[in-house]
């Protein structure tokens, strides 16, 4: 398979988005799913079918290998120590929440506190945020600097003896910057504190090595991943999933129902409450795949390659004003552009079949401390080309003569 | 779809260039309006004097050059009208961005029709809708003394 005609292996490329070819560059959004993805949710529906887990029959068999032979992919793929250390949930958001739950009920006490960075995701705040209510915690946020990068000194300067868990975005989704994570890790560690990643722009994009980067829990959002929807992953040392309460519960995750008293079931049943996406499931073992056979490495080459070429068009263009100059950047472009907003510049690229974000992508805290209510994302897959950025840049070029005429 | 039919010049001109921008002193009503999906935000400034009269009008706010322009005609177009033509012309407006073909009311001249048929090419992007009416509702609610902000995702 070459990279370069890896559009094809998408069949959503073959349809014309207001008369034009798509130029999809939204994939910190949610990225587009490859046929072999889409082919494996189709035939699990109506070759395999049957709940997993419960049932001593033929389907129900084959159906439970299938979704625990994804448990093993994903392990594989990130590197985890043990397949039980993966937990599947609705998607990163419930992965975040559980361990915000689970690790406030069991930990966090009045007055302790929890530390995260003004690059967050709504997701990796506002579950926190409910620990200020319940728990009485308060939440510290380590500054963002100029170039929108979050620095060690920065995250070292907001740690106190009342810092019980640092939760962390791998990649920034809007200014692209790649966090020196391990050593953040490594800091953290040094001071007793576990560390949650949000790898939801991580895990898409960068090789994963949990065992290397020794982080506590990891989350990852299955369909940024060219995974179906509706499928996160919660990665998390098994010593915190042995230790920490049940999230939800439910049938599957139990050990023995008295109606005097319950215990719950060993891992990983004990945080996977009711039945699970299993369709969903087990195409993602489909997603790892395509990944593994072009190789994450490969990607990783070809999407540096691709944001260094967008950056230096971009600069070049005067009107646009790149968001974020990080020291190590992900594919990620948000811009700006004199006198004309976001939302604007959005539907106009819209219609040359163009298809970026505008808004604050879930960042609200990021985009007051830039001073900008809005902007506008480009960002990239493995499918994108040097000339979708091209047209991208002479789209741009449209917006600019529509406002300026 | 037509790019020119939603980014008409009228548009384009109050976009850059909104009439009625600011805060005034003596103001007895306003309202705020925000659109948290995209963090488009205006805040209405009445005077509504003893004869229920619009005597002045004004807002602040920022958003996409279709919220703004849509902001800056609808004030010019308030100005000096009584409660009860307010009422009708914003009705009107409304229901002229959801079905109908065009505007029913006859309180305002063809010139002024015309200025907020600019708006109508919204109806073809739907997602641009809320950003055409939410200074709208935020007029209704300033008239109204509704408590609390307006805000797009909770209107029906």
């Known amino acids: ?405 | 779809m037509d790019l020119k039919d939603l980014y008409q010049e009228i548009i384009l001109d109050h976009g850059k260039n909104p009439r009625n921008l600011g805060k005034f002193e003596n103001f007895n009503k306003d309202a705020k309006g925000h659109n948290p999906l995209c963090g488009d935000k205006v805040h209405v400034y009445l005077k509504v004097d003893e004869n229920k009269k619009i005597s002045d009008i004004k807002f602040e706010g920022h958003g996409c050059a279709i919220s703004m322009a849509s902001a800056s005609i609808m004030t010019e177009l308030m100005k000096d009208k009584d409660e009860k033509d307010v009422k009708e012309l914003i009705e009107d407006f409304l229901k002229m961005i959801k079905d109908n073909p065009d505007l029913k009311s006859n309180l305002i001249s063809e010139d002024d029709k015309t200025k907020l048929m600019s708006l109508s090419g919204v109806k073809k992007y739907p997602m641009r809708v809320k950003c055409a009416t939410l200074p709208w509702h935020t007029l209704i609610s300033a008239m109204t003394n509704k408590p609390g902000e307006v805000n797009t995702e909770k209107e029906d």
Not at chain 1, 113 to 125: A, D, F, K, R, V
Not at chain 1, 183 to 188: G, K, N, V
Request: glycine share 8%; charged share 25%; net charge neutral.
């Open chain 1, 1 to 405: 398979m070459n990279i370069k005609d890896i559009k094809k292996e998408f069949p959503i490329f073959d349809n014309k988005v207001h008369n034009n070819d798509l130029v999809y560059l939204d994939s910190a959004n949610s990225s587009q799913k490859p046929k072999v993805v889409v082919d494996r949710i189709y035939d699990f529906y109506t070759k395999e079918f049957s709940n997993v887990g419960r049932s001593v029959h033929y389907l129900a068999v084959a159906a439970t290998n299938l979704y625990e032979n994804t448990r093993v992919l994903v392990q594989k793929y990130i590197n985890a120590k043990d397949p039980n250390e993966i937990v599947f949930t609705k998607g990163a958001t419930e992965a975040i929440n559980l361990v915000a739950n689970t690790f406030g009920q069991k930990y966090l006490k009045e007055g302790d506190e929890i530390l995260i960075t003004e690059l967050e995701h709504h997701s990796n705040y506002v579950p926190w945020h409910y620990l200020r209510k319940s728990k009485g915690v308060k939440i510290n946020f380590a500054d963002v600097d100029e170039n929108g990068d979050i620095s060690i000194e920065s995250i070292e300067k907001k740690i106190t003896p009342k810092t019980k868990i640092l939760a962390i975005t791998h990649l920034s989704n809007v200014t692209g910057a790649i966090l020196p994570i391990k050593e953040i890790i490594q800091l953290a560690h040094s001071k007793n504190i576990p560390v949650l990643v949000d790898g939801c722009q991580g895990a898409p994009h960068l090789k994963l090595d949990m065992q290397d980067l020794n982080c506590d829990f990891y989350a990852i959002s299955c369909h940024k991943m060219y995974g179906p929807t509706g499928l996160g992953v919660l990665y998390a040392k098994k010593k915190w999933l042995e230790e920490l309460p049940p999230y939800q519960g439910g049938g599957g995750m139990i050990g023995e129902v008295k109606k005097e008293g319950i215990t719950f079931g060993d891992l990983p049943n004990k945080y996977e409450a009711g039945t699970m996406a299993t369709a969903q499931v087990i195409a993602f073992g489909e997603s790892i795949n395509f990944i593994n056979k072009l190789g994450i490495e490969k990607i990783e080459e070809h999407e540096r390659e691709l944001t260094k070429y967008g950056e230096e068009i971009l600069r070049k263009n005067n009107s646009v004003k790149l968001i974020g100059s990080p020291k190590n950047k992900g594919s990620v472009l948000s811009f700006t552009l004199d006198g004309v907003h976001p939302h604007d510049i959005a539907t106009i690229l819209d219609e040359d079949g163009v298809a970026i974000r505008a808004g604050h992508h879930c960042c609200q805290i990021l985009h007051e401390k830039l001073g900008l209510a809005a902007t506008a994302r480009a960002s990239l897959g493995v499918y994108n080309t040097k000339d979708d950025l091209d047209q991208l840049n002479s789209s741009i070029n449209k917006c600019i003569k529509i406002f300026n005429s």
